[in-house]
């Protein structure tokens, strides 16, 4: 089970960091990752970590502000979002999948498990 929260509404060029708890399972079995959906737009990747925590796999538009992390023996996730824009306007999601050590999770398809999401609102 995937715990979401952390989101809100923060200014253009503001910071929030995004939280995600892990239970059940031995999260040290899973990569994990986020995923965001805007209004009207298809759930698109945002971040990835390896379920060591070694390999982080970043989009784009999140490489140089966004910063994936995990500690608690991989049990919680973090996505520090800093430079906020307001096209990073979403629902923020995390996800997880049992891998292989070193192997990232980068689209929807191969997520196993979901949070409830969390969302995040910038102003202009």
Do not use: H
Not at 108 to 113: D, H, K
Request: with cysteine; net charge positive.
């Amino acid at each position: 089970q995937l715990q979401a929260s952390g989101g809100g509404l923060v200014q253009e060029g503001g910071s929030l960091r995004l939280s995600c708890a892990a239970s059940g399972r031995p999260s040290g079995y899973y990569a994990m990752g986020w995923f965001r959906q805007a209004p009207g737009k298809e759930r698109e990747f945002v971040a990835a970590i390896s379920r060591g925590g070694k390999v982080r796999d970043y989009a784009d538009s999140a490489k140089g502000r966004f910063t994936i992390s995990r500690e608690n023996a991989g049990d919680t996730m973090y996505l520090q979002m800093n430079r906020l824009k307001p096209e990073d306007t979403a629902v923020y999601y995390c996800a997880a999948t049992e891998t292989i050590s070193g192997e990232t999770i980068t689209t929807a398809t191969r997520v196993e498990f979901w949070g409830q999401g969390t969302l995040v609102t910038v102003s202009s």
